[in-house]
């Protein structure tokens, strides 16, 4: 199993303003997913981050809003850019060994308000 | 469209009695199936998974799925619920053919009466 770290755990922002989480994980990892959790809703795929790859972004996402960065096998970080209140939300990271068989393993989250 | 649906928003179940949650899935092909559970202040637990074979699977915390392919749905049951199940569950897919990542449903919260 993987063991998956985020940092910071919450943090409150001012708009306007951009904060980088961070997404540490035990091992070696081929993949590395950065979700968003909104207030009483579903995770939603932000984007898939691969190293040595541009990350994927899904539709509705940006890079210029979320950019994201994959420097080595285990880390991982996501930028909220320009921030507003719309961005307020739980950031989770998540992580998978290697192919689609494999179980995919999910960071305690991040926890953003923006005001 | 391609979906991934959790028609029960929020169930109560005694403690003790039995429990099962839908899931249902729109896809072309079968995709790959999962469910998790996401406690409160907790990240997200993987509890079981099918990808083929015997279309009944086993999970921790006394878990079990089931996959039916007529009705493209992929339930989740216990027999017997403790208080300790109350929390979020998601049911998740993942398609070779869409990049392989997990696409959830939005989440089904159980509560346990005593």
């Known amino acids: 199993s993987a063991v998956i770290s985020q940092k910071p755990s919450r943090d409150i922002c001012q708009r306007g303003t951009s904060l980088t989480i961070q997404c540490q994980v035990d091992s070696q990892v081929t993949m590395m997913f950065w979700y968003r959790q909104q207030p009483g809703q579903s995770l939603t795929l932000i984007a898939t981050a691969n190293q040595g790859s541009e990350a994927t972004y899904e539709s509705g996402f940006v890079i210029d809003k979320f950019p994201i960065s994959r420097p080595n096998l285990t880390f991982s970080t996501l930028t909220v850019s320009n921030m507003s209140p719309e961005d307020s939300s739980i950031y989770l990271c998540g992580s998978r060994q290697g192919g689609i068989t494999d179980t995919q393993y999910f960071g305690p989250g991040t926890r953003l308000t923006v005001l | 469209a391609q979906s991934v649906t959790q028609p029960d928003i929020h169930i109560t179940v005694s403690e003790g009695a039995s429990l099962e949650l839908r899931c249902n899935y729109s896809?072309?092909?079968?995709?790959?199936l999962f469910w998790y559970v996401q406690s409160p202040g907790q990240g997200l637990q993987l509890l079981l998974k099918?990808?083929?074979?015997?279309?009944l699977v086993q999970g921790i915390k006394g878990f079990e799925a089931e996959f039916k392919r007529s009705q493209s749905s992929f339930n989740l049951r216990k027999p017997s619920v403790h208080w300790s199940d109350a929390a979020e569950y998601f049911c998740a897919v993942a398609l070779v053919q869409a990049g392989t990542a997990l696409i959830f449903g939005k989440g089904t919260t159980l509560s346990v009466s005593s």
């Open positions: 896809y072309g092909a079968t995709p790959y």
């Open positions: 099918y990808f083929s074979g015997d279309t």
